[in-house]
């Protein structure tokens, strides 16, 4: 069986291997078999002990990895289709796609082999990056077309200069820190200190829509008087009367409808018009997105030891923002 393949083979190398083979038959020790064919006495043993174990097979040459094959556009289509679905509707088992699974589920699909590092480098090219999702949920109002309809022609009502539209919200100040991804290095995480007993305060703030202006106010509960007490701003004796009707956009938070509220919102019934958005729709309310900026700025990682040196670095950073209504209409997203 060796003497016909080393007849037979064209390869050199199978040639020698084969020799080596046959003049261990002999037998010969591998020092001497070393010395015939000019190869070291451990290529000689290993390949001996290759031969016995796997008897021909282990003489054939076996297919180099070389240079990962190129993809076809059709696979590439597909990679990214199957990253912007859940893997369970195409029939996996998990829920979340790694490198190594879409390189799997692909060769099964389209018969190609590709190493995850390449599938990788394909997803990095059209901007993919893992980052953690966002969780939400979708608004149940009936009326959430109608509504965002009404508030898409106030917008455009105060581009043109008809009407004053603010957008309102809240938010919690706690002295508790707020988190959020920091560099840290491999196998330590960064310890943030807290307080033995958490003491929380409230904020409220309007936006411009169109010129980002800023009015806020701060309190111990969040109430209808922190509300009260940020819209009575808009009415202060120190600033001229509103010369065009105010709308302010709002959420379906309760302390906007208390009785005192709709009290003050009659004495002043012919000059402002609370609009609320559809319900469980933050996204649509800019106030949202500044108070993220205000987290980055201010509360993320960072404990105050006091409420009240919380309270001042809120009240700093308010007064700072009020004075940048450009950088406001920025981070909150408002009219160009």
């Given amino acids: 069986m060796l003497q016909q393949l080393y007849h037979r083979t064209?390869?050199?190398?199978?040639?020698?291997?084969c020799q080596m083979l046959l003049l261990s038959a002999q037998p010969m020790s591998v020092p001497h078999i070393a010395q015939v064919t000019f190869y070291s006495e451990d290529t000689v043993a290993r390949w001996i002990h290759e031969f016995n174990q796997h008897r021909l097979d282990a003489l054939l040459p076996k297919a180099s990895g070389g240079r990962p094959a190129r993809i076809t556009p059709e696979y590439l289509k597909r990679l990214l289709e199957l990253i912007e679905v859940d893997p369970r509707t195409v029939g996996?088992?998990?829920?979340?796609?790694?490198?190594?699974?879409?390189?799997?589920?692909l060769q099964t699909e389209t018969g190609i082999t590709l190493d995850e590092s390449r599938?990788?480098?394909?997803?990095?090219?059209?901007?993919?990056?893992q980052l953690r999702p966002v969780l939400t949920v979708e608004s149940p109002d009936p009326d959430y077309e109608s509504k965002v309809a009404r508030i898409e022609a106030l917008q455009k009502q105060a581009e043109a200069g008809e009407i004053d539209l603010?957008?309102?919200d809240e938010i919690d100040l706690a002295l508790l820190?707020?988190?959020?991804?920091?560099?840290c290095k491999r196998g330590h995480q960064r310890i943030i200190q807290t307080p033995r007993k958490n003491q929380k305060r409230s904020g409220a703030g309007l936006i411009h829509w169109v010129s980002g202006k800023l009015l806020w106010a701060t309190s111990d509960h969040k109430d209808n008087a922190l509300f009260r007490a940020v819209l009575s701003q808009l009415f202060e004796p120190t600033t001229a009367l509103p010369s065009r009707k105010i709308y302010v956009v709002i959420d379906n938070y309760r302390i906007h409808f208390a009785r005192p509220v709709l009290a003050f919102l009659a004495a002043h019934q012919d000059q402002i018009e609370l609009i609320c958005?559809?319900?469980?729709?933050?996204?649509?309310?800019?106030?949202?997105?500044?108070?993220k900026h205000l987290r980055r700025n201010v509360t993320h990682n960072t404990f105050f030891q006091t409420i009240e040196r919380l309270l001042d670095a809120v009240t700093g950073f308010f007064q700072e923002m009020a004075a940048l209504p450009d950088t406001i209409r920025s981070v909150a997203g408002l009219a160009a």
């Fill in 277 to 291: 958005l559809p319900t469980y729709s933050p996204k649509l309310n800019p106030v949202e997105r500044f108070w």
């Fill in 92 to 105: 996996c088992s998990f829920s979340n796609w790694t490198a190594p699974l879409l390189a799997q589920h």
């Fill in 119 to 129: 599938v990788r480098y394909y997803l990095h090219q059209h901007e993919y990056k």
């Fill in 166 to 168: 603010y957008s309102e």
């Fill in 177 to 183: 820190p707020t988190i959020t991804r920091c560099w």
């Fill in 10 to 17: 064209p390869d050199p190398l199978i040639k020698t291997r």
